[in-house]
């Protein structure tokens, strides 16, 4: 193979690592070379060194989103999955008296359940209901 390869990954694998990056850029590379180095990667011979740019394309998806995923333990993988939970927050956009508010995440929502506990359920929606108008 005229692309660099990297042979055993230090794993006990001895398969060998192809970078996608410099099979792309390799174009001394027949159509027939480039047919038979497929070949090896579908049967497990070759390992292809896939960028996360690649894999997200290939799962129709965005690097953002991917990573993302990478970042959710399984709590928070079965969550969104059951649709209890987005993958990514957005922001929430909020306005008070017309202008924008500053929206600072510092409180958990531990520590908001304990600031409701705190100074009642009543006066928490008095006090939200008037930072509405």
């Known amino acids: 193979m005229a692309a660099e390869v990297v042979n055993n990954s230090g794993n006990g694998d001895n398969r060998a690592k192809l970078s996608v990056r410099s ?8 159509k027939a070379e480039r047919a038979f180095i ?6 497990g011979e070759v390992e292809l060194e896939l960028t996360d740019r690649l ?13 993302a995923a990478e970042k959710c333990d399984d709590h928070n993988e079965f969550m969104v999955h059951a649709g209890m939970r987005p993958l990514i927050f957005r922001p929430i956009k909020t306005t008070v008296n017309g202008k924008p508010a500053l929206v600072i995440p510092a409180e958990t929502d531990d520590q908001l359940v304990e600031i409701a506990h705190r100074v009642g359920v ?3 929606w008095d006090a939200i209901q008037r930072a509405m108008t």
Do not use: F, Q
Not at 23 to 30: F, R, V
Not at 55 to 67: E, F, K, L, P, Q
């Open 23 to 30: 099979l792309i850029n390799n174009h001394s590379l027949t």
């Open 38 to 43: 497929a070949k090896r990667v579908k049967l």
């Open 55 to 67: 894999i997200a394309i290939a799962c129709g998806v965005s690097v953002t989103y991917m990573h």
């Open 122 to 124: 009543e006066r928490m």
